[in-house]
């Protein structure tokens, strides 16, 4: 009778490999409806851990670190889908995971093989610290003070601001705000980068007025429009960097009795699950969170392995839906 592998477990319990890795090896991140399921499903299916790769995983090294920026929110959805895939595509290949927040002298004295590095920024100290102690690692998106210097991958977040706003100007929205970001970070930079070029090519003003601190969070998205709301500001669509924080605007939007898209359109940045789904459903800039995550992953074997990388910028499409519309 052929062995039950951990891809069935995870297909018949509906989560990913990586989920199932983590109840494996008793690890934070799984809720315990989560874990209960998974672990009824082993029994169902007489799955039997294989103790050889359960032990490989957790001898000496073979432990990828990965580096969450400390400004990162640990339960942002992006965040849960991206570790998802990484953690999936290296307990394939019999590696555990371990997370680390912010610069921990932990991430240096546990000798992982290999680290990702998540949400790297302008000062960020560490690609120099791991450069400096020789451990491989891949930034999944990048810092252009580090971007020669080590692989990375990212989105190509100036076109999809861009397209997000070339998509209202053509609805014929000529005041357009942008939520964005922390300023140390390339995302934000980038995606600012992409509103400013849409406008320019509308030749329409960028009026510093209409650009708001999201915080990359629902809840930053929605205080931020409830006080340029609150100060009378004028504007017929908001381009956000995030959909979490187009979700907290246009909730802001609705307790204050506009309609969307008739009084304002809404466009997001992320395709996250959800975005179909939210009424109205919304316009957003799909990046495939899960080819980011598989890349990276990928991309680290391969540096782990002694070969040569070269960093990769995955496209991004604009998804039209109900929260955006003509001006009326």
């Known amino acids: 009778m052929a062995k039950v592998t951990i891809q069935e477990v995870a297909r018949a319990a509906g989560v990913s490999k990586g989920t ?21 499903v082993m029994t169902q299916l ?34 849960g889908i991206l570790r998802d895939a990484l953690e999936s595509r290296f307990s394939s290949e019999g590696y555990s995971t371990r997370i680390f927040s912010g610069y921990d ?32 690692f891949v930034m999944v998106g990048h810092s252009l003070e580090h ?5 990375w991958v990212d989105v190509d977040n100036i076109s999809g601001l861009f397209e997000a706003v070339r998509h209202l100007t053509k609805l014929g929205h000529k005041s357009i705000a942008h939520l964005t970001g922390a300023s140390t970070g390339q995302a934000s930079r980038q995606r600012l980068e992409g509103y400013r070029k ?24 929605y205080r931020a429009v409830r006080r ?7 504007f017929s669509a908001i381009a956000a960097a995030s959909d979490e924080m187009a979700f907290g605007a246009i909730m802001a939007l609705e307790d204050e009795g506009f309609r969307i898209p008739w009084d304002v359109s809404v466009t997001g940045f992320d395709d996250l699950p959800s975005a179909a789904a939210f009424k109205p ?48």
């Open 20 to 40: 199932v890795s983590r109840v494996l090896n008793a690890r934070d991140g799984v809720n315990t409806e989560t874990r209960t399921s998974v672990l009824d």
């Open 46 to 79: 007489g799955y039997v851990p294989d103790p050889g790769a359960r032990n490989l995983a957790r001898r000496g090294k073979h432990v990828i670190g990965l580096s969450l920026d400390g400004d990162e929110r640990r339960g942002n959805t992006y965040y």
């Open 105 to 136: 002298p932990a991430m240096l004295e546990a000798e992982s093989d290999g680290v990702i590095l998540l949400g790297v920024h302008l000062d960020d100290s560490r690609p120099n610290q791991l450069e400096a102690r020789g451990v491989p």
């Open 147 to 151: 971007a020669e210097r080590a692989p």
């Open 198 to 221: 849409g406008m320019l090519e509308a030749a329409l003003p960028v009026n510093n007025l209409l650009v708001w601190d999201g915080e990359f969070t629902e809840v930053g998205g």
């Open 228 to 234: 340029a709301l609150a100060a009378k500001l004028e």
């Open 281 to 328: 459903a919304l316009s957003t800039v799909r990046q495939d969170i899960n080819t980011i995550g598989t890349r990276a992953a990928e991309m680290l074997l391969q540096n782990m392995a002694g070969k040569k990388v070269s960093s990769a910028l995955v496209p991004v499409k604009l998804i039209v839906r109900a929260s955006s519309g003509a001006k009326t």
